[in-house]
């Protein structure tokens, strides 16, 4: 084994994450429940390392959740890096309104992330109201996981 496999095998952090079935029925159905409420067209759970533990698919697009749960990932870590150097502690989650799309990854417990896509015309405050009724009950379902 190299020494990259061999930091890989030793990282808890980037292990695969396996969740059990009920639970995944219980995170799907409050990911529909969220996209329904904040008018979302994709959501998906990431792990720590972007890969997508959890999805929910409300349309046709089937957008590649897997890239984009791997790129968000990386931008949210160097975004949140960037906002810690210039001194602010809280940091929320990283939104990108495109013309056609609109992206949204919103931290979790344990490095967990919750990625969301909406049409272009999505309300950002409607998304955050939404965002603030799901993610304690992600956490909560993602900490009782892991005990």
């Keep these: 084994m190299n020494a990259t496999a061999t930091a890989i095998a030793e990282?808890?952090?980037?292990?695969?994450?396996?969740?059990?079935?009920a639970n995944i029925r219980q995170i799907q159905e409050g990911l529909g429940s969220y996209a329904r409420l904040s008018g979302a067209v994709e959501v998906a759970l990431l792990?720590?390392?972007?890969?997508?533990?959890?999805?929910?698919?409300?349309?046709?697009?089937?957008?590649?959740?897997?890239?984009?749960?791997?790129l968000a990932t990386a931008s949210f870590s160097a975004t949140k890096s960037l906002v810690q150097r210039l001194g602010d502690k809280s940091f929320g989650g990283i939104c990108h309104q495109g013309?056609?799309?609109?992206?949204?990854?919103?931290?979790?417990?344990?490095?967990?992330?919750?990625?969301?896509?909406h049409s272009a015309n999505a309300r950002i405050p409607e998304m955050r109201q939404s965002l603030v009724r799901i993610v304690p009950r992600l956490n909560q379902q993602l900490?009782?996981?892991s005990s």
């Excluded at 013309?99 to 896509?117: I, S």
């Design 11 to 21: 990282d808890p952090s980037l292990q695969p994450t396996v969740l059990e079935a």
């Design 47 to 70: 792990d720590p390392t972007g890969a997508v533990l959890v999805r929910w698919d409300g349309s046709d697009r089937k957008a590649d959740l897997d890239a984009l749960g791997v």
């Design 99 to 117: 013309r056609e799309h609109c992206l949204y990854v919103a931290p979790l417990v344990r490095g967990y992330m919750l990625l969301t896509l």
């Design 143 to 145: 900490v009782k996981e």
